[in-house]
């Protein structure tokens, strides 16, 4: 059976600036540094599972993924357009 890991909620969520911050510097650990200081980025925080989605386009439909699992990183592409990245444990260094 496979483990499930327990995960520690934070006493309260990071703020979007922590948010951005921690992500930038994930994405450039990747190999993928974005500039995150842009007028229009959509963020959704999911605290129970820690993932954090940034969108660069309010609605996006993608219809293509790669990853950099090693680093917890997934690139959705709407053709050739990076659309949004999901980054996976975001606060784990954080906390």
Same mark, same amino acid.
């Given at each position: ?12 969520? !990071? ?17 993928? !540094? ?25 609605? !996006? ?35």
């Amino acid at each position: 059976m496979a483990q499930i890991r327990e995960r520690q909620l934070l006493e309260a969520p !990071p703020d979007e600036a922590t948010l951005l911050r921690l992500a930038a510097a994930r994405l450039a650990e990747a190999g993928t !540094p974005l500039n995150l200081d842009v007028p229009n980025l959509w963020l959704k925080y999911g605290e129970e599972v820690d993932l954090l989605t940034i969108r660069f386009i309010e609605h !996006p439909c993608p219809n293509r993924c790669t990853s950099n699992l090693d680093a917890g990183v997934l690139y959705n592409y709407e053709d050739e357009n990076l659309v949004s990245v999901e980054i996976l444990d975001i606060t784990e260094r954080y906390c």
